[in-house]
């Protein structure tokens, strides 16, 4: 009874303190009812007013301060809001939807009621940005909207906007405005806040390459909605053209704004996608301003380099599957591109590069175990082989590359060991003449790693291996009749056929592509001073394979490789010879090597000579190639006309052919006329005389 008689006296205690406080409370509104009609007119009342009257509201009565802390708090924390307007004041919030009526009131409407935008609301929008000291915010708000009109017009899948686009001179100046003004306007507007790590410059934390941190902003919360419209809105864009300069262009603008992106998890995956796919898919210029922006986002946001750089190797592998001559050049900058990627963070980079290397030596133990043609058939492609090339340029990117730190990039450096393995094991694994090209590839990767890792790789004793397999491509003679191609562009071939083995424009090319290599290799061995024990053997093959070919074209070719080899041996013991060898003397060593490779060494004007040839080529094929594409287009568009000039040449010769063939047998019917008429037999014939006047005829309009 005592416990129920205690809880009843409790809950009337608190019903009363309610009711005090509640009248207390009705008091303090008409107080404040008062003061705004006291101080209608003058307009005075002010935040901090209100928070005097407040502070003397806690002295004079705690408890229902405390209970309006409780209960009522919005009324403590008045006008909160109002603060972020008057810090910026040059920016007035207003809804966007109301004010964007005002300049709206001429335009046109289609046959869904939306509005038509026109020459002068473009007018009217350029004017208001580049005369207005103080920018409207409604002018943004009408931008973004037009700027939805012509992602609707290019194709996006999204609502209907409120705008519509009709003529192509409107859409190209309202993108031009987007581009060249909202950026700018936008990062104004939300105006950028100084945080701590900011006003400490003289930390040493921050002094690290790459150190970024998140700029806050003042009103961001407030303009937060209107930017995130915005780069979306530029996202879809992205993704529905396909001008490259207009491409290029938005990368541009969207590249300016990838501080406002980072803000956004979903906004900066979209644009990785978006980005990545135009990098790996779109034509040279497109692709270098990708790879830019990518940069900048590893730059100041480097959580997204693993997803980013994850899906530029899978968007790499997918679009490697075909090989072309065209293509050649955007893969490899592709390659020397995801190089740059990497070194940007190489200790992450090492991880996935270890995994995808390690990947691609799974595959080639299974088909080494197996040799069946399947697993064989995963090894020997372009996918594979496209792979290989790209971490030899991941690797020796990581060599050439200056760090203040030498950890962060030694462990992409020691991932070219395993990669050599791999690509001397990939070439030895299915020796057949078939795959001859795909063995100068192997050759070509491993120059790759020894030329920037300075490493020394058995890969011109690997190349005299090769010298049987030419042999054995030169024992039959080639098939005339069956010419396939004159020039074949060894790059873009992995596998050929018998008829391609025998074809002389096939075996022109591969040979030659053999000697390059056998005279690269030797050019990045010359510097050692172990150049005339290493060439001793070499030379030996190669005069084999002079003694044995029956190309003389091809004898003479590498019978020229082998004297220089010779001679070049012969100047390196001259310098051993001469020189005291000090093994542990770093500057000897250096120096020698300098003398090695000097500008009137054998094998370097020898080298030099073949270098400047070889550029003369690539220059006359470039040329011919674009010399073809400009020709292209007008013969396509004068298809008709020379279709009309051939018929009516190809009538006027049948035509002068008839014509001789007639007069033969005119002169051969004159002489019979001329017998018959000495042996008084006359005969006129009628066709022939109307033959004759026919061709006349045809022989005067010719």
């Not at 101080?39 to 928070?51: G, I, Q």
Request: glycine residues 2%.
């Amino acid at each position: 009874m005592t416990n129920v008689s205690n809880v009843k006296a409790q809950k009337r205690q608190r019903n009363a303190t309610f009711q005090t406080c509640s009248k207390r409370r009705k008091k303090l509104e008409n107080t404040e009812t008062d003061v705004d009609s006291a101080f209608d007119d003058t307009e005075n009342l002010t935040l901090s007013n209100h928070k005097k009257q407040l502070g003397e509201l806690a002295e004079k009565d705690p408890e229902f301060f405390k209970f309006l802390k409780e209960q009522e708090s919005d009324l403590l924390h008045f006008d909160e809001s109002d603060s972020d307007v008057e810090e910026d004041p040059q920016y007035e919030e207003v809804d966007g939807k109301d004010e964007s009526l005002k300049g709206d009131e001429n335009l046109r409407r289609d046959f869904s009621g939306r509005k038509i935008i026109d020459l002068d609301f473009v007018t009217n929008l350029q004017n208001s940005l580049l005369q207005k000291d103080q920018l409207e915010l409604s002018v943004i708000h009408r931008m973004v909207a037009a700027f939805t009109a012509c992602v609707a017009r290019v194709g996006a899948d999204i609502e209907p906007p409120s705008y519509v686009i009709n003529d192509s001179d409107v859409f190209e100046s309202i993108v031009r405005l987007c581009f060249t003004y909202v950026g700018k306007f936008l990062l104004t507007l939300i105006g950028h806040t100084k945080t701590e790590s900011d006003d400490k410059k003289s930390d040493s934390k921050l002094k690290k390459v790459g150190k970024y941190k998140k700029k806050q902003y003042r009103c961001w919360k407030k303009y937060g909605n209107l930017i995130k419209c915005y780069l979306h809105a530029l996202l879809q864009f992205l993704n529905e053209i396909q001008t490259s300069s207009v491409t290029v262009c938005t990368l541009r603008a969207v590249t300016d704004l990838l501080e406002l992106y980072i803000h956004f998890p979903k906004l900066t995956r979209s644009f990785t996608r978006t980005v990545v796919k135009i990098w790996s898919r779109r034509t040279d210029e497109c692709r270098i301003a990708a790879f830019l922006a990518l940069a900048k986002l590893i730059r100041i946001h480097k959580t997204s380099f693993p997803a980013l750089i994850k899906r530029c190797y899978l968007e790499y592998v997918m679009n490697v599957r075909d090989v072309k001559e065209e293509s050649w050049p955007l893969i490899v900058l592709m390659q020397k591109s995801f190089a740059e990627l990497c070194v940007t963070c190489p200790e992450i980079a090492y991880q996935y590069a270890f995994v995808y290397i390690r990947q691609t030596a799974i595959h080639l133990r299974n088909a080494m175990i197996a040799k069946r043609k399947d697993l064989i058939q995963t090894i020997y492609n372009w996918q594979f082989m496209q792979c290989l090339y790209l971490w030899s340029q991941v690797i020796a990117k990581a060599h050439r590359h200056i760090s203040s730190k030498k950890e962060d990039v030694a462990g992409i450096r020691e991932l070219d060991y395993p990669l050599c393995q791999i690509t001397i094991s990939t070439m030895k694994l299915f020796p057949s003449l078939k795959y001859f090209p795909l063995r100068l590839h192997c050759l070509r990767i491993l120059l790759i790693i020894q030329q920037n890792c300075h490493t020394y790789i058995p890969t011109l004793s690997l190349a005299v291996e090769l010298l049987s397999d030419a042999l054995l491509i030169l024992k039959k003679k080639p098939a005339k009749e069956k010419g396939m191609q004159k020039s074949i562009d060894i790059r873009c071939v992995l596998k050929v056929s018998s008829a391609h083995i025998d074809d002389a424009g096939f075996r022109r090319a591969a040979l030659e592509e053999l000697f390059r290599i056998h005279l690269e290799a030797a050019h990045i061995v010359q510097q050692s001073c172990a150049f005339a024990d290493i060439v001793i053997p070499i030379t030996h093959e190669i005069k084999s394979f002079v003694k044995n070919c029956r190309s003389t074209d091809f004898s003479r070719l590498f019978k020229s490789l082998e004297t220089k080899l010779q001679e070049q041996s012969a100047y390196a013991r001259g310098i051993l010879n001469s020189s005291d060898m000090d093994l542990t003397n770093e500057a000897l060593m250096k120096h020698l090597e300098r003398r090695f490779q000097a500008p009137d060494a054998p094998l370097t004007k020898f080298y030099d000579s073949w270098q400047k040839a070889w550029k003369l080529r690539e220059n006359a094929l470039n040329s011919v190639d674009k010399k073809t594409v400009q020709q292209t287009k007008p013969a396509q568009r004068s298809d008709r006309l020379n279709l009309e000039q051939n018929t009516t040449a190809a009538v006027k010769t049948k035509s002068t052919v008839v014509v001789k063939a007639n007069k033969v047998d005119i002169k051969k019917n004159n002489i019979k006329r001329a017998r018959r008429k000495s042996e008084e037999i006359v005969v006129t014939p009628k066709g022939d005389e109307d033959v004759l006047e026919d061709l006349m005829l045809s022989d005067g309009e010719d």
